[in-house]
């Protein structure tokens, strides 16, 4: 184009024009790629930024969010009418077994404080939740994250464990003053530190964001079977140990995954657990130890 | 008010509808739908609101307001904070430089022009987001997301069409 420099103002106004807007398409590339730079550096400036627009669009997305939701409530619960029959059969048989279980439970109980008092055991710290909804989705292919409406004033801490009410949905990442970030245990940048429950192998649970994370670290000789249950390991001190997290499944590729409790397309209220109390007195991740096999007794 | 000074209020209103639109597609992106296997897969809403700004009324959608969008459409849906920014500042800036070829021709060309755009895009996003993490990530939730928002773009084209005829046609 500047081959093209004629004598007249209008011939060279339009070139320059031209440039301007190429100068500032390059500026704003080369803004977006340094952006990424400092993210990716875990500078804690765009953290800072990007929790504060979050709070600012949070009362927004709280609004937007709810009419969804009622509609997912509503299809619920005609679709609760037709299966009423089937349910009250099964329940009826689940409550049986329950009782029984429950009668397994008190005895153990009594059983547990009993011996807790020849021990002199001193039970750890309780932990602490708090309920939140569910007010933004992550639209993105390649994240696996959600937002909550508590924030900072409701007590909300980086690091808290999220769990709905049938396992760990994962963790919090960032925490604005009205709003913060679930990270899901599927996501790519997901590390949760687990134990299978029957063979009290440790290993740790790695999203890759796909809906069934992966197994890695886990010991050579582990003897663990499809649908042996996984819960957290407590190590690391960023989760309570012992909350529910999935079954194993053995994909065709023989790499161990967990198929999730937690149905994370439906996750509306998620609890968070506040664990910091306690994390003090667990040992840090760098210090792995040998997998305990008889640990529980 | 003066009749003068209320004309170009109106004005300004009307010329901040493609940016304003652009930011409700960013919120509409957030929303939970419950829909199993839907949140990764969700149509590029702002995608397509680029390119057809960028096409047709590429004075109404400066880079730095896309650049901002797409820096919020990232910050809001937790993706790495830059991503959506420049691959959207691009989508417009080659919306714009083809935009001659899709002005006043059928539809379909600028739907299998849009088609083409969102692949690039969707290659440019998944390339960026696999450097930003490290490692290689699996292609198909992009494929999928970029298929379905070729396939909601007529939709959203239309009401784009109608927006720009109802805000422009007088003005």
Redesign the interface.
């Known amino acids: 184009m500047n081959k093209r420099g004629g004598s007249s103002v209008l011939r060279l106004a339009v070139p320059a024009k031209v440039l301007l807007q190429r100068f500032a398409f390059l500026f704003l590339i080369l803004t977006a790629f340094g952006i990424m730079l400092l993210s990716k550096a875990e500078t804690i400036v765009v953290e800072k930024v990007s929790t504060v627009v979050v709070d600012v669009f949070a009362p927004i997305m709280d609004v937007l969010s709810r009419p969804a939701a009622a509609v997912n409530d509503a299809v619920k619960t005609v679709r609760g009418f037709s299966d009423l029959r089937d349910d009250n059969i099964r329940l009826k048989r689940e409550n049986e077994r329950l009782l029984i279980w429950q009668e397994a439970a008190r005895r153990l109980a009594s059983q547990n404080q009993a011996l807790q008092s020849l021990l002199d055991f001193k039970p750890g710290p309780k932990s602490q939740s708090i309920a939140t909804r569910v007010i933004a989705d992550s639209g993105g292919a390649f994240v696996r994250s959600v937002v909550v409406n508590a924030g900072d004033r409701d007590g909300v801490r980086k690091g808290q464990a999220a769990v709905s009410g049938v396992g760990l949905a994962g963790r919090v990442a960032t925490a604005g003053y009205r709003s913060a970030r679930i990270l899901l245990i599927t996501d790519i940048n997901s590390r949760v530190p687990v134990l299978i429950e029957s063979s009290r192998d440790r290993a740790i649970l790695s999203g890759d964001n796909s809906g069934m994370p992966r197994l890695i670290f886990l010991p050579a000789n582990a003897s663990i079977k499809s649908g042996d249950r996984v819960v957290t390991s407590g190590h690391g001190g960023v989760f309570p140990p012992g909350l529910q997290i999935g079954r194993i499944t053995v994909a065709t590729d023989g790499i161990m995954r967990v198929k999730p409790n937690v149905r994370f397309d439906q996750l509306e209220f998620v609890r968070l657990i506040d664990f910091a109390a306690v994390s003090s007195v667990v040992p840090k991740e760098g210090a792995e130890t040998p997998p305990k096999k008889a640990a529980s007794r | 008010m003066t009749p003068s000074l209320s004309h170009r209020l109106d004005a300004v209103a009307r010329n901040l509808v493609p940016a304003a639109l652009g930011v409700f597609f960013v919120?509409?992106?957030?929303?939970?739908?419950?829909?199993?296997?839907?949140?990764?897969?969700?149509p590029?809403f702002v995608l397509m609101a680029v390119f057809f700004w960028a096409v047709h009324r590429i004075d109404l959608f400066t880079?730095?307001t896309v650049?901002f969008i797409?820096?919020?459409?990232d910050?809001?849906?937790?993706?790495?904070?830059?991503?959506n920014?420049?691959v959207l500042?691009?989508v417009r800036?080659v919306a714009a430089s083809q935009g001659k070829v899709f002005r006043g021709k059928s539809f379909l060309v600028l739907w299998w022009g849009f088609g083409l755009v969102a692949f690039a895009a969707g290659l440019v996003?998944?390339i960026?987001?696999a450097i930003?993490?490290l490692?290689v990530?699996?292609p198909l939730?992009?494929i999928?997301?970029m298929a379905l928002t070729v396939a909601a773009f007529p939709f959203l084209a239309w009401i784009f069409a109608r927006t720009h005829q109802k805000l422009f046609q007088n003005a």
């Open positions: 919120l509409l992106s957030t929303i939970p739908f419950y829909i199993p296997g839907f949140g990764p897969v969700a590029n880079s730095i650049f797409g820096l919020l459409l910050i809001l849906v937790g993706a790495p904070p830059g991503i920014a420049a500042v691009l800036t996003i998944w960026l987001t930003y993490h490692t990530i699996d939730p992009i999928f997301q």
